[in-house]
C-alpha cells in the first residue's frame, strides 16, 4: 500500500534554514507528480511547492525565491530546502503524491519558527 514518510521537521530560527524530505513506498514514484503542502493553526492547507514527473517545479508566491524542491526517483524521495525562514512559515508540513486519480498524503510534520 502507499505510505508517504515525512521527516525534518523541528524548530528552526528566524533566518534560519531546514530540509524537509518525503521518502514514499508502494507506489510508481516516477510517474507521480509530488508536492509538500502547509497547514498553519485557523488556516486552511495551501500548497507550497510541486514537482511533476518531468522534474518541473511550482512554487507558491510565498516561498518563491526562499525555496528549492527537488526529487530523486532512485530514491523515491523529494527534497525541500527551504531558507530565510520567518514566523509565517510556521505550520503542519504534508507530502502529497498526486497521478491521475490517486491521491496519497503523508501523516505531516510539524515546522516551527521562532526565537
Known amino acids: 500500500q502507499a505510505q508517504l514518510v515525512e521527516s525534518g521537521g523541528g524548530l528552526v530560527q528566524p533566518w534560519g534554514s531546514l530540509r524537509l524530505s518525503c521518502e514514499a513506498s508502494?507506489?510508481?514514484?516516477?510517474?507521480?507528480?509530488m508536492g509538500w503542502y502547509r497547514q498553519a493553526p485557523g488556516k486552511q492547507r495551501e500548497m507550497v511547492a510541486s514537482i511533476n514527473s518531468a522534474f518541473n517545479t511550482s512554487y507558491a508566491e510565498s516561498v518563491k525565491g526562499r525555496c528549492t524542491l527537488s526529487r530523486d526517483n532512485p530514491k523515491k524521495t523529494i527534497y525541500l530546502q527551504m531558507r530565510k525562514m520567518s514566523p509565517e512559515d510556521t505550520a503542519v508540513y504534508y507530502c502529497?503524491?498526486?497521478?491521475?486519480?490517486?491521491?496519497?498524503w503523508g501523516q505531516g510534520t510539524q515546522v516551527t519558527v521562532s526565537s
Open positions: 508502494g507506489i510508481p514514484f516516477d510517474v507521480y507528480d
Open positions: 502529497n503524491a498526486k497521478w491521475l486519480a490517486r491521491s496519497f
